[in-house]
Structure formats: structure tokens, C-alpha cells
């Protein structure tokens, strides 16, 4: 018995040698930009030092050939793979507010994105005429003035309660809505807030504080 172990064992061991020396070496694939990842974020992040044109060396960790493409076709960053190892960038003045683009490494199933981000010359503002309007019992027709310097397409809003505050728009810099009667006997306070997002994802907003009379 202990003969038949014996040669059981020395015919697993030959068989492995034998795959052993028939296997091939995989180089695993090293592909990577040299920042650090943000906790809070799937991608990296390179800040920009001001609005003013410039440029700036990358540093990438690779031994493969990578593609590199950047996101949404973001015009204003434009980029050099100046070998396997560096990547140059190289931006106008942004004379608007603060913009970004995603540069993205891959290979097969690898992949690295690098977000660039470029400060404005301006910072986004917004606030409104009026922060409270007082509405009788019977309702009525609201416009109140946006005081800012984003384009009123690119601002947008949210409505506490939209059964309540109806028809809400925004055009020519003015937020107008419409309230109906009061159907409650106490007073009720609703918001609507009027906010724009930059391009680094942050959000700037105002509260108009709507307050209903009760019936």
C-alpha cells in the first residue's frame, strides 16, 4: 500500500513538472497614471494651478502599447503622447467658468482616467431679487428677477412641491411660477431653488422661500 502512495505521488509530481516547464510567461500589465486616486472619485484628478494657458507633464507607468482618448471631444485640453511613459497637455486661458476633461488609458480590459481640471477666470453667481414672497389665500402669478452670470439655459431648478407652486420657468433672467388657492388652514411655505452646475461637478444655488396664506 504504502509502495502504491509512493508512486502516486512522484507520477503527480513529474506532471506538474512537466506543465510547469511547457507553460509560457505572462508579464502581468502595468498601466497607470502617477496621482493619486481620489477616495471619493473612480478616476484621478490633476488641478490646473490657474485659468491662464499652460502646460503640464504627465507621468505614466506602462509597459504596453495604450490607447488614449479623450472624453466628450473637450476641445480646449489638447494632448501629446510624447512616449509610452509621458503624456503632454496643453490649455488656452479659460476666460469662463471652471471646465474639465477626462483623459482616458486603456488596454483590453485596463483602464486609467485622468480628470483635468482648469479654474475660470469668473465663478459662477447666483441670487435672486426677493428670498421670500408672502401669497395670499387665493393664490396668483409670480415673477421674481435672477440676478446672476450664467446663461439662463444653463440654469435649472427644483420645486418643494410642485402640486402647489405650478407653471415654473425661467426665461430672460426671471423665475416666474404660479400659486393656486390654499387649500389648508394653516400657512405653508414651499421653495424653489434656482442652481447651475460648473464644470468641475459643484453646485451653486439660490432659495426663493414661497409662504401661502392659510384659506
Known amino acids: 500500500m504504502r509502495k502504491n502512495v509512493l508512486i502516486l505521488m512522484a507520477s503527480a509530481v513529474l506532471m506538474l513538472t512537466s506543465c510547469w516547464d511547457k507553460a509560457e510567461y505572462v508579464e502581468l500589465v502595468k498601466l497607470g497614471v502617477c496621482i493619486e486616486k481620489d477616495v471619493d472619485k473612480d478616476y484621478k484628478i490633476l488641478d490646473l494651478p490657474s485659468y491662464e494657458y499652460g502646460e503640464a507633464e504627465i507621468a505614466i507607468i506602462s509597459n504596453v502599447d495604450y490607447d ?25 486661458s479659460n476666460n469662463g467658468f471652471a471646465r474639465s476633461a477626462k483623459i482616458v488609458l486603456s488596454y ?30 387665493e393664490g396668483g402669478d409670480y415673477a421674481v ?71
Open 68 to 92: 488614449l482618448q479623450i472624453v466628450d471631444e473637450q476641445e480646449w485640453l489638447h494632448v501629446d503622447q510624447a512616449d509610452m511613459d509621458t503624456i503632454y497637455v496643453s490649455y488656452p
Open 145 to 215: 428677477d435672477v440676478l446672476t452670470n450664467v446663461q439662463t439655459r444653463d440654469l435649472a431648478f427644483e420645486v418643494s412641491n410642485s402640486k402647489v407652486v405650478k407653471n415654473v420657468e425661467l426665461s430672460n433672467n426671471r423665475l416666474k411660477f404660479v400659486v393656486p388657492p390654499a387649500t389648508s388652514r394653516d400657512t405653508k411655505v414651499y421653495t424653489v431653488t434656482v442652481y447651475a452646475v460648473d464644470g468641475w461637478g459643484e453646485r451653486v444655488e439660490c432659495v426663493l422661500n414661497v409662504k401661502q396664506q392659510s384659506k
Open 108 to 137: 483590453g480590459h485596463r483602464v486609467d482616467t485622468l480628470c483635468v481640471r482648469q479654474p475660470g477666470r469668473y465663478s459662477m453667481t447666483i441670487s435672486l431679487a426677493e428670498t421670500e414672497i408672502l401669497v395670499p389665500a
